[in-house]
């Protein structure tokens, strides 16, 4: 492979972050001349979980859809399974090119390695050590099954070299950076249009909040006890509500709109990005939350028992607070110095991106 002049990928996203994450990596691929197949399962859906980001975020759309929608982990990821192998038999591009660590990341390598279709897997060597989260197995199964690791920093690469797997591994830096700092330029200049009823005023008055996890979502008395505690805030909480916790709230009986609590759709990612500029500080259980909040100079709070982002936290920049435990006004207000280090890289990571897939690694 090394040396190709046009190269074909095949990406396959399906969850909101991967089509934040496949942009700059579109954008990359195109400028250098090669083919590029987008094909998205269909995890998410809704228009605002899918739609959106392909239209803000200026990605084509994908040659395929594979539709797959809301299932148990075992029924949506074969369903995939299924699909994808057809989709990669078809197409036969030089590499798969697979995203995180959610199901459709997961589908597309056991795809892929079992006929032996070439793999790429961006981001790799994220851990966070907690076996059960569903997206620690999918980073550790793809990491172990791909060709090709193109991890996002030096601690990403330190992981994959003690699990043996240092010789397929190279740090290109994070692909989530080069978009969140684009945006960041733009949304300064102008400012998008917000949701009908955010707040006016808008400098430091509010938090941003997310909760989608399954281990905050699914046990009644975790979730009471994640709002009563966003409801305890001081300043207005805008909560971005994922569709999972409004189901599992609806479900559970837990009114999500209590005290200091406004909910919110989620936002398309230019107005996410200008949210978490002008606000006070961000509370979530978001991998890529904790990491833009940090790129864009807010404060986080992470209401999980750990981080993949590492760097996030020994910067200063994010708390883990998994009891809940941790005043959110107090913790958001203390005085932090800006980073003095760059960890995930100056936005330059999706053309670093191309370079690896261009010389391969086979
Ligand atoms: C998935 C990823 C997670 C990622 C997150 C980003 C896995 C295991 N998890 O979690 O790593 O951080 O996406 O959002 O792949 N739903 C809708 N509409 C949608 C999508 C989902 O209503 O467009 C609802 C359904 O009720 C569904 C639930 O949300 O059952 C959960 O969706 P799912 O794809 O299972 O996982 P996420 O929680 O979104």
Known sequence: MRGRSRVKVLSVVGARPQFVKLAPVHRALVAAGHEHVIVHTGQHYDHDMSDVFFQDLGIPEPAQNLAVGSA???RQTAQMLDGLEETFLRHAPEWVLVYGDTNSTLAAAVAAVKIHQPLAHLEAGLRSFNRRMPEEHNRVLTDHAADLLLAPTEV????????????RTVLVGDVMTDVCLETRTNVMAAPPVMPQGWPADETDTYVVSTIHRQENTDDPDRLALVIS????????????AHPRLRAKARDLGINLE?????VFDPLSYPQLV????RSAGVVTDSGGLQKEAFLLGAPCITLRTETEWVETVELGWNTIDPECRTPIDQ???RHRDRPGVAPYGLGDAAQRTVT??????M
Do not use: F, K, N, P
């Not at 990403?156 to 043996?164: F, I, Q, S, V, Y």
């Not at 505690?229 to 971005?240: D, F, I, K, T």
């Open 229 to 240: 505690h966003l409801a305890g805030s001081r300043r207005q909480v805008l909560l971005l």
């Open 356 to 361: 690896a897939l261009e010389q391969g690694l």
């Open 331 to 333: 913790e958001l207000d």
């Open 72 to 74: 148990s982990h075992g």
């Open 258 to 262: 209590q005290g200091a609590i406004r």
């Open 156 to 167: 990403a690469c330190r992981h994959l070299e003690r699990e043996g797997l240092g010789d």
């Open 274 to 277: 200008s949210a978490v500029v």
